[in-house]
């Protein structure tokens, strides 16, 4: 079973509103990610991290951001939530790519809807 | 077109059915990944692999790099096998080295 946690699982907040989604790993993972998923819809890449004070933009633009201040902890922020931000956002870690095979493990989602 | 394509988008089965979920890429990989997504969002990953054959209980996942195509396996499927099941690939180039390309999913239910 993945140790690696996100909270809330689901949130509902109004239009403009701070939200921040937390998520942690204690697998001692370097990498880790953020995906965006709307229903129905593929994955989509938004942020990943290379380890602590590491971070990069994924394939998908958004306007959250991301921080690394700890190997185990990987939050994004939405400094001002809209609408068009409603979705699942999933956390994964892995090891680095070159030290293993790359096993992707995955939070269970926070689901959020903007009002 | 999609990096990455499955098939078929949506599959319904009766319980005990040998299922087949096809994916087909177009980029150079690494290694590609087999997920399935229950209801609730959670992800688990099923398979990783770069070459050959891998099988874990009643599920079997083949890989043929020179066709770039990948096949997943249920054998004697049951009604908790139904869930999204989603295949994506690892470049093997680039900046973004080690990142995952997603497929769309296939959406399985088998039926009791």
């Known amino acids: 079973e993945a140790d690696i946690y996100q909270t809330p699982r689901y949130l509902v907040i109004g239009t403009g509103k701070k939200i921040t989604l937390e998520c942690s790993q204690t697998m001692g993972h370097d990498k880790m990610y953020w995906y965006q998923q709307d229903p129905g819809m593929e994955l989509h890449l938004i942020h990943y991290s290379y380890g602590v004070n590491s971070t990069e933009k994924g394939d998908l633009s958004s306007e959250s951001t991301v921080s690394r201040i700890r190997t185990e902890h990987f939050p994004l922020t939405l400094e001002s939530a809209r609408p068009s931000h409603t979705s699942q956002y999933l956390c994964?870690?892995?090891?680095?790519?070159?030290?293993?095979?790359?096993?992707?493990?995955f939070g269970e989602g926070s689901r959020l809807t903007v009002l | 077109k999609n990096e990455v394509e499955q098939s078929p988008q949506n599959l319904t089965a009766q319980e005990g059915e040998f299922i087949t979920i096809n994916c087909s890429y177009s980029v150079g990989i690494s290694a590609l990944h087999w997920l399935q997504q229950h209801p609730g969002g959670g992800i688990v990953s099923l398979f990783m692999l770069s070459s050959g054959k891998k099988k874990h209980g009643r599920l079997i996942a083949t890989i043929n790099i020179q066709e770039k195509h990948s096949s997943l396996h249920i054998t004697a499927s049951h009604p908790r096998d139904s869930a999204v099941y989603i295949c994506?690939?690892?470049?093997?180039?680039?900046?973004?080295?080690?990142?995952?390309?997603f497929g769309k999913g296939t959406k399985l239910s088998v039926k009791p």
């Open positions: 994964a870690s892995s090891e680095l790519w070159f030290r293993t095979t790359g096993e992707l493990f």
């Open positions: 994506a690939v690892s470049r093997n180039y680039g900046g973004s080295q080690g990142n995952l390309i």
